[in-house]
């Protein structure tokens, strides 16, 4: 599939992506809507409501037949759970690992879940083994209560290169943990771009941060200038001489000038 096909699928509900499987697995398609209603525990117009937009995007024919398209279109799905699934256990994730394959596949263009997963693909080998022994399932159990300043970086989620996020936020957080709960502390700062309509320099801030917790994008309370998002919907790794490094998914949106830029995925790091 080429790029421009790429940017052509959108993204659907595991749910829907199952719809499609189950179809593609009836040799006879009589009854086929009913048939995967009850599989999937659905209410038959579900079904039907969603073949009917796949058959207006020509993904499938009226006889609920795949078209060519259509199925390149499931392949290309089909091919990224599994990659993103592979992704998971290769990071360690071990718990919850339906939940945020669901959150990723839902929520994240196909094009940069690929990117992430070669990324990770070429990762050295000895330290993929090292981060699946060292993985920290509640960082609770090895954190004193109190304050804790950590080194905070905004990369792009396949961890590329540094978001454009990254300029809203001081490069020092905090991790607080006490009886109230566990959180990290980001303050957020304002955000210098360049218009590109007049080249004018323009400023603004973060308006909206969600993060990635059991699979569904969730909102951080954005207060007096801080975000805070709670330990557990992060993952933490121990290695590189016992650097303790913590990871969570977000997507941000900020107002700058007047423009109220889009809806990025980032992923936030930090060190301990």
């Given at each position: 599939m080429d790029r421009k096909e790429e940017y052509k699928i959108e993204n659907l509900t595991m749910l829907?992506?199952?719809y499609l499987i189950e179809l593609n697995k009836l040799e006879k398609k009589k009854g086929a809507v009913r048939m995967i209603a009850a599989k999937c525990g659905v209410n038959h117009s579900q079904v039907s409501r969603?073949?009917?937009?796949c058959i207006e995007e020509e993904e499938l024919t009226e006889s609920l037949d795949f078209t060519e398209n259509g199925k390149r279109k499931l392949d290309w799905r089909c091919k990224m759970i599994r990659d993103v699934r592979d992704y998971l256990e290769r990071s360690g994730i071990t718990e919850g690992t339906e939940e945020v394959l669901k959150g990723m596949i839902e929520n994240i263009d196909y094009i940069q879940l690929e990117k992430l997963v070669k990324s990770d693909r070429r990762m050295n080998p000895e330290t993929k083994m090292q981060k699946r022994e060292d993985v920290i399932t509640d960082i609770r159990d090895i954190l004193e209560y109190g304050n804790h300043e950590v080194a905070v970086t905004i990369l792009q989620h396949d961890g590329a290169k540094r978001s454009m996020a990254d300029r809203g936020f001081e490069p020092v957080a905090l991790i607080r943990y006490n009886k109230r709960g566990a959180y990290l502390e980001l303050t957020i700062r304002e955000m210098d771009a360049v218009s590109r309509v007049n080249g004018e320099d323009m400023s603004g801030y973060l308006a909206t941060l969600k993060y990635l917790h059991q699979g569904?994008?969730?909102y951080a309370d954005i207060k007096n200038g801080k975000v805070r998002i709670p330990?557990?919907?992060c993952y933490y790794q121990n290695f590189d001489n016992g650097v303790l490094r913590g990871s969570v998914m977000i997507t941000v949106t900020c107002s700058v000038?007047?423009?109220?830029?889009p809806e990025s995925t980032a992923r936030v790091m930090f060190k301990l």
């Open positions: 829907q992506i199952q969603f073949f009917k937009k569904i994008f969730r330990l557990d919907a000038g007047n423009v109220h830029m």
